[in-house]
């Protein structure tokens, strides 16, 4: 299993929070509670085996990913 530790930033209050990633399968699509004001975040994780990168991208769970 492929864990990666990431800081990102709740698009609601810009508090700092950190999650841990599992990039071993296929791209992911998870919601994690902002342990400061508890709104869902909404977190999609894309592994780029090509390029062997690993993006994240990090919103709120009512915004759409275009």
Do not use: R, W
Not at 4 to 32: R, Y
Not at 49 to 65: G, M, N, P, T
Request: charged fraction near 25%; hydrophobic fraction near 30%; include cysteine.
């Amino acid at each position: 299993m492929d864990l990666i530790h990431k800081t990102i930033l709740c698009p609601f209050c810009g508090h700092p929070t950190h999650v841990t990633l599992d990039v071993s399968g296929e791209d992911q699509d998870d919601i994690e509670d902002c342990s400061n004001c508890c709104n869902p975040i909404h977190i999609v994780t894309h592994k780029d085996d090509l390029h062997k990168s690993v993006q994240v991208f990090v919103d709120a769970e009512d915004e759409q990913i275009y």
